[in-house]
């Protein structure tokens, strides 16, 4: 029989202090009534034991939600089974379901991962924080997932603690220092069986490939492989700081905000690239062309550039002349 109170499903204090620790070396503040901490359940693992350890670090100060992408037949019982623990708990639950006219088309998991962050960002109204069960052996994952494509800084960070949703809304990661095994052991001693998603198993998908793999070569330990990307992190902020720096001094915007030079002499690499991506995105913007660009030619782009040439990428056009790059609307192309 499942537990039917609250007690029963509390955390070891122990943990439920770990937990605190953890949350707010993130949000620099404990939640509370008047700014409250959203989390996402899907009713797996990682994220019922992130909802147990919240629900005991701060009472009434928590919400959940379960995102139902519309993909799978069990999704809503699985959403249902979240919500009946949530009621143990008295931790308001809702459940937000993809609409109609989603689109899921292309990568799949990348584009239901879009689509939840969308929801549940609308969703949190004026919650201070929206926490995410994301754990160390996710981490060790994606750092083999995008190693494995020839992933630079960037690509092999590690998972953000932190970061900007949406005005007024953060997205943190209190887990990154949790093994799944212990967040495993923490719905076991609540007597929850966790709601399994068959696509963490399926050869199909990267991630489960990638999950296999770790299990079965003890060379390739996911609390190593967690501490690369972490230290990778730190490279891809010192390198976003002096990027931003490297903008404002190197970077002319038209008034409108649609043409941009940059004077990239004597700059390295891979700050020359990061520069000409954020002018690609910049004439997109003021010129309110795609939103989500497609940049993954921008290392040919920028070869180009440094060769003394021209090229377009996304509908922007850029030219090299001396040290500088000049970037702006492409012209429309020419019929036939």
């Not at 995102?67 to 623990?85: K, M, Q, T």
């Not at 994301?134 to 992933?151: I, N, S």
Request: charged share 25%.
């Amino acid at each position: 029989m499942p537990p039917t109170s609250a007690s029963e499903l509390t955390p070891p204090a122990d943990l439920v202090g770990r937990f605190r620790r953890d949350l707010e070396a993130l949000t620099g503040a404990a939640p509370s009534p008047e700014r409250k901490l959203a989390l996402a359940v899907s009713g797996g693992g990682d994220s019922l034991a992130l909802l147990l350890l919240a629900a005991a670090a701060y009472p009434g100060a928590v919400i959940a939600a379960t995102v139902d992408h519309g993909l799978r037949p069990e999704a809503a019982g699985e959403a249902a089974f979240v919500g009946s623990i949530c009621a143990r708990l008295g931790v308001p639950h809702q459940v937000l379901v993809a609409p109609e006219d989603a689109d899921l088309h292309g990568n799949l998991q990348q584009a239901a991962r879009r689509l939840r962050y969308r929801l549940l960002g609308r969703w949190a109204g004026d919650a201070a924080w929206l926490a995410v069960a994301h754990q160390q052996d996710d981490v060790a994952e994606t750092f083999l997932m995008r190693a494995r494509r020839g992933a630079g800084v960037g690509g092999l960070a590690g998972m953000a603690g932190r970061r900007t949703l949406r005005p007024g809304l953060q997205l943190v990661r209190p887990l990154l220092g949790w093994r799944r095994a212990e967040l495993a052991a923490v719905v076991e001693a609540a007597g929850i069986e966790a709601v399994e998603d068959p696509s963490n198993r399926h050869p199909r998908f990267d991630r489960a490939r990638m999950r296999q793999l770790l299990a079965g070569t003890a060379e390739l330990r996911p609390e190593r492989l967690a501490l690369a990307a972490s230290n990778l992190r730190h490279a891809e902020d010192a390198l976003a700081h002096y990027a931003a720096q490297e903008w404002e001094s190197r970077a002319r915007v038209s008034e409108d905000g649609r043409r941009v030079a940059l004077v990239v002499a004597s700059l390295p690499y891979e700050i020359r690239r990061r520069l000409a991506r954020q002018a690609i995105l910049q004439v997109l913007e003021a010129a309110q062309l795609s939103p989500a660009p497609a940049l993954d030619r921008l290392d040919a782009l920028v070869q180009r550039l440094d060769a003394g040439g021209t090229g377009t990428i996304a509908g922007v056009k850029a030219s090299a002349k001396a040290a500088t790059w000049a970037f702006s609307v492409a012209p429309p192309r020419r019929s036939h």
